[in-house]
């Protein structure tokens, strides 16, 4: 199995940057899809983006698009979420995942998850 760990949550103005990492320990990280989720105070888990095993393609929620990017470093075992623009709404608890298959815009469709880390929006 995989462990993963997210750093680089904080509290940011609007319009302000973050990037956050997702460091994996265990297996190949290169054998797993990756995703970023992401959960307010009293909302659902909500799919952020996804990125394959390779790199190669991604995915991201229509809302996001222009704003966060996903990408992935295989040799290093980490993946990033960049996020710019952001806005009070995009206050949450972010988390990675990682499924050994394609990836998936739900969460049943991920078995391997990090702790999360916090992302403050301040207007």
């Known amino acids: 199995q995989v462990q993963l760990v997210e750093s680089g949550g904080g509290l940011v103005q609007a319009g302000g940057s973050l990037r956050l990492s997702c460091t994996a320990s265990?297996?190949?990280?290169?054998?797993?899809?990756m995703a970023w989720f992401r959960q307010a105070p009293g909302k659902e888990r909500e799919f952020v983006a996804a990125?394959?095993?390779?790199?190669?393609?991604?995915d991201y929620t229509d809302s996001l698009k222009g704003r966060f990017t996903i990408s992935r470093d295989n040799a290093k075992n980490t993946g990033y979420l960049q996020m710019n623009s952001l806005k009070p709404e995009d206050t949450a608890v972010y988390y990675c995942?990682?499924?050994?298959?394609?990836?998936?815009?739900?969460?049943?469709?991920?078995?391997?998850w990090g702790q999360g880390t916090q992302v403050t929006v301040s207007s």
């Open positions: 995942a990682a499924v050994r298959a394609t990836f998936g815009v739900l969460p049943v469709q991920y078995n391997y």
């Open positions: 990125i394959n095993r390779s790199g190669t393609s991604t």
């Open positions: 265990g297996r190949t990280f290169s054998s797993y899809a």
